[in-house]
Protein backbone atom coordinates (compact mmCIF):
# COMPACT_ATOMS: atom_id res chain seq x y z
CA UNK A 1 0.00 0.00 0.00
CA UNK A 2 1.31 3.34 -0.98
CA UNK A 3 1.34 6.26 2.01
CA UNK A 4 0.69 9.41 -0.08
CA UNK A 5 -0.09 13.59 1.09
CA UNK A 6 -7.26 39.25 -5.61
CA UNK A 7 -8.70 38.95 -2.15
CA UNK A 8 -10.24 42.37 -1.78
CA UNK A 9 -12.99 41.67 -3.88
CA UNK A 10 -15.42 44.02 -5.19
CA UNK A 11 -19.29 43.57 -5.15
CA UNK A 12 -20.94 40.41 -3.74
CA UNK A 13 -18.22 38.10 -2.34
CA UNK A 14 -18.16 34.34 -4.34
CA UNK A 15 -20.33 32.37 -2.67
CA UNK A 16 -17.20 30.26 -0.73
CA UNK A 17 -17.12 33.17 1.14
CA UNK A 18 -20.63 34.17 1.72
CA UNK A 19 -20.97 33.95 5.79
CA UNK A 20 -23.90 32.37 6.95
CA UNK A 21 -27.24 34.83 7.53
CA UNK A 22 -27.91 32.78 10.58
CA UNK A 23 -25.51 30.07 13.19
CA UNK A 24 -27.04 28.01 16.01
CA UNK A 25 -23.72 29.37 17.56
CA UNK A 26 -23.79 32.80 17.15
CA UNK A 27 -27.52 33.86 15.76
CA UNK A 28 -27.82 36.39 13.28
CA UNK A 29 -24.98 38.13 11.80
CA UNK A 30 -23.57 40.43 13.73
CA UNK A 31 -24.92 44.17 13.86
CA UNK A 32 -22.92 47.09 12.88
CA UNK A 33 -23.92 48.62 16.43
CA UNK A 34 -20.27 49.00 18.69
CA UNK A 35 -20.64 46.85 21.95
CA UNK A 36 -19.83 48.62 25.08
CA UNK A 37 -16.95 49.30 26.91
CA UNK A 38 -18.47 46.57 29.16
CA UNK A 39 -19.22 44.30 26.99
CA UNK A 40 -15.62 44.36 25.55
CA UNK A 41 -14.23 43.87 28.85
CA UNK A 42 -16.23 41.02 29.45
CA UNK A 43 -15.64 39.80 25.72
CA UNK A 44 -11.72 39.86 27.02
CA UNK A 45 -11.89 37.57 29.96
CA UNK A 46 -14.01 35.56 27.94
CA UNK A 47 -11.58 35.15 25.65
CA UNK A 48 -8.75 34.77 28.02
CA UNK A 49 -10.57 31.76 29.53
CA UNK A 50 -11.06 30.35 25.65
CA UNK A 51 -7.48 30.34 24.91
CA UNK A 52 -6.39 28.45 28.48
CA UNK A 53 -8.91 25.72 27.61
CA UNK A 54 -8.27 25.37 23.95
CA UNK A 55 -4.48 25.10 25.42
CA UNK A 56 -5.28 22.24 27.70
CA UNK A 57 -7.16 20.54 24.86
CA UNK A 58 -10.67 21.07 26.60
CA UNK A 59 -12.68 21.99 23.46
CA UNK A 60 -16.09 21.95 24.96
CA UNK A 61 -15.07 24.81 26.93
CA UNK A 62 -13.25 26.79 24.57
CA UNK A 63 -16.05 26.89 22.04
CA UNK A 64 -18.54 28.02 24.99
CA UNK A 65 -15.88 30.82 25.61
CA UNK A 66 -14.69 31.68 22.96
CA UNK A 67 -18.87 31.96 21.49
CA UNK A 68 -19.72 34.43 24.53
CA UNK A 69 -16.84 36.48 23.61
CA UNK A 70 -17.79 36.58 20.22
CA UNK A 71 -20.98 37.42 21.07
CA UNK A 72 -20.31 40.13 23.16
CA UNK A 73 -18.18 41.54 20.60
CA UNK A 74 -18.44 40.29 17.32
CA UNK A 75 -16.44 42.88 15.71
CA UNK A 76 -13.23 40.85 16.85
CA UNK A 77 -12.02 38.88 14.20
CA UNK A 78 -9.65 36.95 16.21
CA UNK A 79 -12.18 35.64 18.76
CA UNK A 80 -13.72 34.30 15.63
CA UNK A 81 -10.74 32.80 14.22
CA UNK A 82 -9.95 31.37 17.26
CA UNK A 83 -13.73 29.71 17.82
CA UNK A 84 -13.09 28.71 14.17
CA UNK A 85 -9.98 26.59 14.98
CA UNK A 86 -11.41 25.24 18.57
CA UNK A 87 -14.56 23.78 16.43
CA UNK A 88 -12.65 22.62 13.76
CA UNK A 89 -10.64 20.77 16.16
CA UNK A 90 -13.96 19.20 17.44
CA UNK A 91 -14.75 17.98 14.20
CA UNK A 92 -17.73 20.55 13.97
CA UNK A 93 -16.44 21.77 10.20
CA UNK A 94 -19.30 23.63 8.97
CA UNK A 95 -19.55 25.79 12.25
CA UNK A 96 -16.27 26.04 11.94
CA UNK A 97 -16.46 27.26 8.24
CA UNK A 98 -19.13 29.80 8.97
CA UNK A 99 -16.75 31.52 11.63
CA UNK A 100 -14.03 31.76 9.43
CA UNK A 101 -16.51 33.04 6.75
CA UNK A 102 -17.47 35.53 9.54
CA UNK A 103 -13.61 36.53 9.78
CA UNK A 104 -13.37 37.14 6.56
CA UNK A 105 -16.46 39.69 6.25
CA UNK A 106 -14.70 41.78 8.56
CA UNK A 107 -10.84 41.21 7.18
CA UNK A 108 -11.16 39.79 3.34
CA UNK A 109 -7.33 39.44 3.65
CA UNK A 110 -7.27 37.84 6.76
CA UNK A 111 -4.57 34.71 6.07
CA UNK A 112 -5.38 32.52 8.48
CA UNK A 113 -9.22 32.39 8.07
CA UNK A 114 -8.72 31.88 3.94
CA UNK A 115 -5.74 28.74 4.95
CA UNK A 116 -8.18 27.40 7.51
CA UNK A 117 -11.60 27.65 5.28
CA UNK A 118 -9.47 26.11 2.20
CA UNK A 119 -8.72 23.20 4.96
CA UNK A 120 -12.22 22.66 5.79
CA UNK A 121 -13.53 22.42 2.43
CA UNK A 122 -10.87 20.42 1.25
CA UNK A 123 -11.95 18.14 4.62
CA UNK A 124 -15.14 17.99 3.09
CA UNK A 125 -13.94 17.05 -0.18
CA UNK A 126 -15.23 20.45 -1.62
CA UNK A 127 -12.28 20.84 -3.40
CA UNK A 128 -12.57 23.57 -6.33
CA UNK A 129 -13.93 26.02 -3.20
CA UNK A 130 -10.41 24.68 -1.16
CA UNK A 131 -8.67 25.55 -4.16
CA UNK A 132 -10.22 28.83 -4.77
CA UNK A 133 -9.50 29.33 -0.65
CA UNK A 134 -5.79 28.32 -0.70
CA UNK A 135 -5.08 30.47 -3.60
CA UNK A 136 -6.57 33.35 -1.87
CA UNK A 137 -4.29 33.17 0.91
CA UNK A 138 -1.42 32.34 -1.45
CA UNK A 139 -1.97 36.17 -2.90
CA UNK A 140 -1.85 37.43 0.60
CA UNK A 141 1.48 35.44 1.55
CA UNK A 142 2.90 33.96 -2.00
CA UNK A 143 5.57 32.37 -0.07
CA UNK A 144 3.27 29.89 2.06
CA UNK A 145 4.26 26.51 1.27
CA UNK A 146 1.49 24.72 2.99
CA UNK A 147 -1.40 26.68 1.14
CA UNK A 148 0.44 25.66 -1.96
CA UNK A 149 0.99 22.25 -0.91
CA UNK A 150 -2.66 21.92 0.06
CA UNK A 151 -3.92 23.24 -3.50
CA UNK A 152 -1.93 20.35 -5.33
CA UNK A 153 -3.18 18.24 -2.79
CA UNK A 154 -6.81 18.96 -3.59
CA UNK A 155 -5.67 18.34 -7.69
CA UNK A 156 -4.52 14.76 -6.38
CA UNK A 157 -7.75 14.28 -5.10
CA UNK A 158 -9.45 15.21 -7.85
CA UNK A 159 -7.15 12.76 -10.11
CA UNK A 160 -5.40 15.71 -11.95
CA UNK A 161 -2.19 14.14 -11.08
CA UNK A 162 -0.62 16.64 -13.63
CA UNK A 163 -1.71 19.90 -12.00
CA UNK A 164 -0.73 18.59 -8.77
CA UNK A 165 3.08 17.57 -10.04
CA UNK A 166 3.38 21.48 -12.03
CA UNK A 167 1.75 22.58 -8.41
CA UNK A 168 4.56 20.72 -6.31
CA UNK A 169 7.62 21.68 -8.71
CA UNK A 170 6.65 25.20 -8.03
CA UNK A 171 7.01 24.47 -4.49
CA UNK A 172 9.93 23.02 -4.35
CA UNK A 173 11.34 25.49 -6.90
CA UNK A 174 10.84 27.98 -4.14
CA UNK A 175 12.09 25.84 -1.47
CA UNK A 176 14.69 23.14 -2.50
CA UNK A 177 14.29 22.38 1.62
CA UNK A 178 10.49 21.81 1.92
CA UNK A 179 10.58 17.85 2.61
CA UNK A 180 6.63 17.89 2.73
CA UNK A 181 6.72 19.33 -1.08
CA UNK A 182 9.96 16.93 -2.18
CA UNK A 183 7.73 13.91 -0.58
CA UNK A 184 4.10 14.92 -1.87
CA UNK A 185 6.00 15.29 -5.54
CA UNK A 186 7.36 11.62 -5.34
CA UNK A 187 3.73 10.36 -4.64
CA UNK A 188 2.43 12.26 -7.49
CA UNK A 189 5.27 11.14 -9.94
CA UNK A 190 5.05 7.42 -8.77
CA UNK A 191 1.02 8.26 -9.83
CA UNK A 192 2.44 8.78 -13.40
CA UNK A 193 4.59 5.33 -13.06
CA UNK A 194 7.78 7.95 -13.33
CA UNK A 195 10.01 6.23 -11.15
CA UNK A 196 12.97 8.20 -11.80
CA UNK A 197 11.98 10.82 -10.68
CA UNK A 198 9.58 9.58 -7.25
CA UNK A 199 12.48 7.98 -6.40
CA UNK A 200 14.53 11.13 -6.77
CA UNK A 201 11.93 13.04 -4.78
CA UNK A 202 11.84 10.60 -2.19
CA UNK A 203 15.31 9.91 -1.79
CA UNK A 204 15.40 14.02 -0.87
CA UNK A 205 12.77 13.85 1.38
CA UNK A 206 15.46 11.39 3.60
CA UNK A 207 17.89 13.31 2.95
CA UNK A 208 16.59 16.54 4.80
CA UNK A 209 14.17 14.67 7.26
CA UNK A 210 15.85 11.28 7.73
CA UNK A 211 13.33 10.07 10.29
CA UNK A 212 10.55 9.95 7.58
CA UNK A 213 9.18 6.59 8.00
CA UNK A 214 6.77 6.71 5.43
CA UNK A 215 9.21 8.21 2.58
CA UNK A 216 11.80 5.39 3.64
CA UNK A 217 8.65 2.92 2.98
CA UNK A 218 7.49 4.50 -0.48
CA UNK A 219 11.32 4.43 -1.84
CA UNK A 220 11.28 0.68 -0.66
CA UNK A 221 8.02 0.48 -3.03
CA UNK A 222 9.99 2.30 -5.69
CA UNK A 223 13.17 0.58 -6.15
CA UNK A 224 11.20 -2.96 -6.04
CA UNK A 225 8.60 -1.91 -8.78
CA UNK A 226 12.66 -0.93 -10.40
CA UNK A 227 13.74 -4.87 -9.52
CA UNK A 228 16.19 -3.32 -7.19
CA UNK A 229 15.30 -5.82 -4.21
CA UNK A 230 18.12 -4.91 -2.05
CA UNK A 231 17.79 -1.70 -1.62
CA UNK A 232 14.04 -1.95 -1.36
CA UNK A 233 14.83 -4.39 1.62
CA UNK A 234 17.21 -1.42 3.34
CA UNK A 235 14.54 1.24 3.00
CA UNK A 236 11.77 -1.26 4.50
CA UNK A 237 13.55 -2.32 7.11
CA UNK A 238 14.31 1.23 7.80
CA UNK A 239 10.75 2.49 7.64
CA UNK A 240 9.80 -0.39 10.17
CA UNK A 241 12.93 0.37 12.67
CA UNK A 242 11.31 4.30 12.50
CA UNK A 243 7.80 3.80 13.17
CA UNK A 244 7.21 0.22 14.62
CA UNK A 245 2.93 0.79 13.72
CA UNK A 246 3.73 0.73 10.33
CA UNK A 247 2.98 -3.10 9.28
CA UNK A 248 3.16 -2.30 6.01
CA UNK A 249 6.89 -1.63 5.90
CA UNK A 250 7.08 -5.70 8.34
CA UNK A 251 5.34 -7.39 6.03
CA UNK A 252 6.92 -5.53 2.81
CA UNK A 253 10.26 -6.28 4.42
CA UNK A 254 9.67 -9.90 4.91
CA UNK A 255 8.33 -10.11 1.56
CA UNK A 256 11.63 -9.15 -0.55
CA UNK A 257 13.42 -11.03 2.27
CA UNK A 258 11.94 -14.34 0.79
CA UNK A 259 12.15 -13.29 -2.41
CA UNK A 260 15.57 -12.97 -1.91
CA UNK A 261 16.22 -16.19 -0.53
CA UNK A 262 14.45 -17.91 -3.06
CA UNK A 263 16.50 -16.05 -5.68
CA UNK A 264 19.40 -17.15 -4.26
CA UNK A 265 18.23 -20.26 -4.05
CA UNK A 266 17.48 -20.94 -7.68
CA UNK A 267 20.85 -19.19 -8.75
CA UNK A 268 22.75 -21.91 -6.51
CA UNK A 269 20.53 -24.73 -7.88
CA UNK A 270 21.80 -22.94 -11.53
CA UNK A 271 25.13 -23.18 -10.95
CA UNK A 272 25.51 -27.53 -9.65
CA UNK A 273 26.85 -29.82 -12.17
Not at 146 to 169: K, L, S
Amino acid sequence: MFRSVCCCLPGRKPDYLQASETSHLLGASPSTEQPTAADRDLAQRYWAKAVDCHSRGDLDSAVAQFTRAAKLDPSRADVLLHLGTALQDRGDLDDAADCYRRVLSLDPTNHGALYNLGYVYEEQRQFDDAIRCFDDALRVAPHDADAAINVGNCYMQMDDVARAIRTYEKVVERDDTCAIGHYNLGSACHARRDLDKAARHFSRTISLEPGYADAHFNLGIVHQERGRLEEALRCYDEAARLDSTLADAAAAADFVRRALKDDAKRKGANKEP
